[in-house]
């Protein structure tokens, strides 16, 4: 089996970086650092590109060298980044020694690097924390710490297959070994990379992101390297969004899955297709009663923010709808609850909507439900355009037309700054 092997030798002969790598992975060199502590290649095996990183990280307090040599050489390709770090990222799982963190600045830029490109310990995931290096103390007495890392990003948590610490008889350092399927990677958008707007209705996502924001303005005014300072913080962002529309991407293949899945089932034909028909009613139904209730919700629907407006120009104004005791009611959750339930018999069924008939449901026909013609205002009766409207799929056109009335313009990119 042929070898390709990659050098990056430090001043002191006793440091310095070699990757030997199997010649049918096509590996090249991207980068190699003048000081020896760090070489990149690039692997490509079977259609599948990846990045393997080797390191030796510095002896002192050095967080420039994970900031200005580390950082630059991660990309949106999954990556491998193994080697002795010489740095304990937890002092309470990672070390016997009692002293202080003696690298505290390099061990919070490489926690920040881990976090932000969501990068997984292989030891963690294997739920093996072995030490790896041991010395003596400055009292003689004898230590051991976990310095000595496998992180990885952009592959599948099934990718692992074997993680293990190896005695070793010529260093004061063990090795560990990982075996890894390069092929199982996760589902991750294309290089043109468009923001999600679906991502920023998340509270903890959101939440994050402010937290990014919020962390670039204090480096800030600590008085760091602006341009590089911002070039960080947004690389955060994007990697964090990536990998959460990753999840959704991820669930949507699941459901492509499912359709390959039956449809080479050995099921008959009206079998197969009544399976496929549910299936997509599903998916489809749920994103179609997601746009139409959404807006609903927080009572910001168009014609109850109609209302609400008329309410503050003239009281006498009010949407009232007729209760079960047959008095009218003008409760605004009460309304919210007619409304849902007044789209959800019109979405409850496709056939409904198209044939106007169902076997299903048996309902005979798409009705419109008259306890939502608002009263006593002849001005907010539901016309028999928005019936028509609310009795069919919602177009591309109508959807791209929503999103660009309610798109929030002239606005800086903050947390909720993002169209």
Same mark, same amino acid.
């Given at each position: 089996m042929c070898f390709s092997s990659f050098n990056n030798a430090n001043t002191n002969p006793k440091r310095g970086v070699t990757i030997l790598?199997? +010649? @049918? &992975? @096509?590996?090249? =060199?991207?980068f190699r650092c003048v000081e020896g502590n760090l070489i990149k290649i690039q692997c490509n095996?079977? !259609?599948? +590109?990846?990045?393997?990183? !080797? &390191?030796? !990280? $510095?002896?002192?307090?050095?967080?420039?060298?994970?900031?200005?040599?580390l950082l630059p050489c991660i990309t949106h390709r999954p990556t491998i980044i193994a080697g002795d770090f010489n740095i304990k990222l937890k002092l309470y799982r990672d070390t016997s020694s009692t002293a202080d963190n003696s690298h505290p600045r390099a061990t919070k830029i490489l926690s920040s690097i881990i976090s932000s490109f969501r990068f997984k310990d292989v030891a963690c995931e294997a739920n093996d924390l072995q030490h790896t290096f041991f010395s003596t103390d400055k009292n003689?007495? $004898?230590?051991?710490?976990r310095i000595d890392l496998f992180l990885i990003k952009g592959f599948l948590q099934e990718a692992i297959k074997k993680y293990n610490v190896i005695d070793s008889k010529l260093s004061d350092h063990k090795a560990i070994h990982m075996d &890894?399927? $390069? =092929?199982?990677? /996760?589902?991750?958008?294309?290089? *043109?990379?468009? &923001? @999600? +707007?679906?991502l920023l209705k998340e509270p903890e996502i959101n939440k994050k992101i402010e937290s990014i924001i919020q962390e670039a303005s204090h480096n800030l005014r600590a008085e760091q390297d602006i341009f590089l300072l911002v070039e960080y913080m947004l690389a955060r962002i994007k990697t964090f969004c990536r990998g959460e529309g990753a999840k959704i991407a991820f669930n949507r293949k699941k459901q492509i899955n499912k359709i390959e899945s039956i449809s080479r089932s050995s099921h008959t034909h009206d079998e197969k297709k009544a399976k496929l028909d549910n299936l997509y009613r599903e998916s489809d139904l749920r994103y179609r009663f997601q746009a139409k209730l959404s807006e609903i919700n927080d009572l910001?629907?168009?014609?109850? *923010? =109609?209302?609400? *407006? !008329? @309410?503050?120009k003239d009281k006498s104004k009010h949407i009232k709808l007729f209760d079960s005791n047959g008095v009218l009611c003008d409760e605004p959750n009460f309304i919210c609850s007619k409304i849902k339930s007044f789209y959800s018999k019109i979405y409850s069924c496709y056939d409904c909507q198209v044939d106007k008939k169902c076997n299903r449901c048996m309902y005979n026909s798409a009705t419109f439900c008259e306890a939502l013609r608002c009263q006593p205002d002849?001005?907010?009766?539901? +016309?028999?355009?928005?019936?028509?409207?609310? /009795?069919?799929? =919602?177009?591309?056109? /109508?959807?791209k037309l929503a999103i660009q009335k309610n798109a929030k313009l002239n606005k800086s990119p903050g947390p909720s700054g993002f169209t």
């Open positions: 790598v199997r +010649s @049918n &992975l @096509n590996p090249s =060199l991207i095996f079977k !259609g599948t +590109s990846f990045d393997v990183i !080797g &390191l030796y !990280g $510095p002896n002192t307090d050095d967080p420039n060298f994970f900031k200005s040599k003689h007495r $004898p230590v051991s710490s &890894l399927d $390069p =092929l199982e990677k /996760e589902v991750r958008n294309k290089k *043109q990379w468009i &923001l @999600n +707007s679906r910001s629907h168009s014609r109850l *923010q =109609l209302e609400r *407006q !008329g @309410n503050a002849e001005a907010y009766r539901i +016309s028999e355009e928005d019936k028509t409207t609310t /009795e069919t799929h =919602l177009t591309r056109n /109508e959807i």
